[in-house]
């Protein structure tokens, strides 16, 4: 069975739950404690990060220092905190675009009509035939995409060249690289979809469905009631995000498809999803149970012996006094909207200020390249903080 990408958009869907206040977000916390890779996707981008993971701390330290000069906007040696929010509006820019693009290009020739890509031929590919015929992987979901841009870490985000990154520099960073991570996922998987499925650029449904769960009057075909629930959400979101309301999609409203947190008319696809996922006892809510429950699980902490780490019951409170506005008890649409997409929340905004509150040593609001450098691991991954893991390939060709 083919695994449809859009099981990693539902899980950062689900992990994106952010607060107004960036050191409650939960995205920052893994079991209850911070969590360094969340910084590394949204300062990096999912892509880079990945290899930077994969390198020694030597080398991640050679690579984040020709990244500072990009950063430092004004060009004043230092990396403020609005250059560094500027840099993480890039790379969450440029991570969409990308993510976007790989995708959309992985659909075959004979899938795209005039620009346009039908459901059948995107579930066939995606989550291929239930009954086995006719099924082939493609590459880019077995294994990583290649980088094909090298590109230089702290020049790029040091944009006025002053030496320094500020938190404005970052934030257009982080933006950049989440951008061009979707872009690029949605142009890997278009590209999947082969000559005759797309038509004027656009794609069915029927046809989509077709690539991704494969033909629905195969003999002897039975689906489970886990496979028959994704076929349905899928085309949920599908006619949602059929914009013109045609019955295809094309490669703009299957960018929204893949990645509807993207797209403003796609957000209430976003939290009813969410609350799908969250929801055990299916009252269409979220009461307070099902919201810890989302984000703890006791069996990670068997050396408390049952006890709640302090954490929890801080999410407990924030339930009760910021979650649930109407205090019933429960979380509605509305709420769950708040809680996961609140309005005026600047996600890159949040990020820059929090790295620049950890790595600005001097306490002078601006990064240096030596306080970039001093505090890598923050920024970036490497060998050592893999758990010691053995590189799986040649180093990455510089940035």
């Known amino acids: 069975m083919k695994y449809l990408v859009l099981v990693a958009l539902i899980v950062q869907a689900l992990g994106s739950h952010h607060s107004t206040d960036p050191d409650k977000d939960a995205a920052h916390q893994k079991g209850g ?15 880079t990060a990945a290899e930077f993971d994969e390198l020694t701390p030597e080398k991640s330290k050679e690579r984040l220092a020709k ?15 609005k250059e560094l929010r500027e840099h993480i509006n890039f790379m969450q820019k440029r991570y969409v675009n990308n993510d976007v693009e790989r995708t959309w290009k992985n659909y075959k020739d004979e899938k795209i009509a005039d620009g346009k890509i039908k459901w059948e031929d995107y579930r066939e590919m995606v989550y291929g035939s239930p009954t086995g015929e006719g099924q082939e992987l493609s590459p880019e979901y077995a294994k990583m995409i290649a980088r094909d841009q090298k590109r230089k870490l702290i020049p790029k985000m040091d944009a006025d060249g002053d030496g320094f990154v500020e938190e404005k520099e970052l934030r257009e960073h982080i933006n950049f690289m989440q951008k061009r991570y979707v872009n690029n996922d949605v142009e890997r998987t278009w590209k999947n979809y082969k000559d005759e499925k797309i038509a004027d650029g656009k794609i069915k449904w029927e046809d989509y469905r077709e690539m991704v769960y494969g033909s629905p009057t195969g003999e002897g075909q039975e689906l489970s009631p886990e496979y028959a629930k994704m076929i349905a959400r899928d085309q949920k979101r599908w006619a949602v995000a059929d914009y013109d309301s045609n019955g295809m999609l094309d ?3 299957y960018g929204c498809f893949m990645h509807p947190e993207d797209c403003d008319h796609m957000r209430d696809v976003v939290v009813a999803e969410t ?15 099902e919201y810890i429950g989302d984000m703890y699980r006791p069996d990670d902490y068997p050396e408390l012996n049952g006890k709640e780490p302090d954490w929890v019951q801080s999410e407990r409170e924030m339930f009760k006094e910021h979650r649930d506005k109407d205090g019933d008890g429960k979380l509605n649409q509305e709420e769950m909207r708040d809680w996961i997409m609140p309005v005026g929340f600047d996600h890159a905004e949040a990020e820059a200020r929090h790295l620049v509150g950890i790595a600005d040593d001097n306490k002078d609001g601006k990064l240096s390249p030596e306080e970039i450098i001093a505090h890598y691991d ?4 490497s060998q050592a903080t893999d758990y010691g893991e053995q590189l799986q390939k040649h180093d990455p060709a510089e940035l």
């Open 67 to 81: 990244l500072i000069p990009k950063m430092d906007a004004d060009g004043d040696g230092f990396v403020e905190e």
């Open 251 to 253: 490669r703009t409203e």
């Open 378 to 381: 923050t920024f970036v991954g």
């Open 33 to 47: 404690e911070h969590d360094p890779k969340y910084d590394h996707d949204q300062f990096l981008g999912k892509d």
């Open 275 to 289: 609350i799908e996922d969250i929801d055990k006892n299916k009252d269409g809510f979220v009461d307070l149970e």
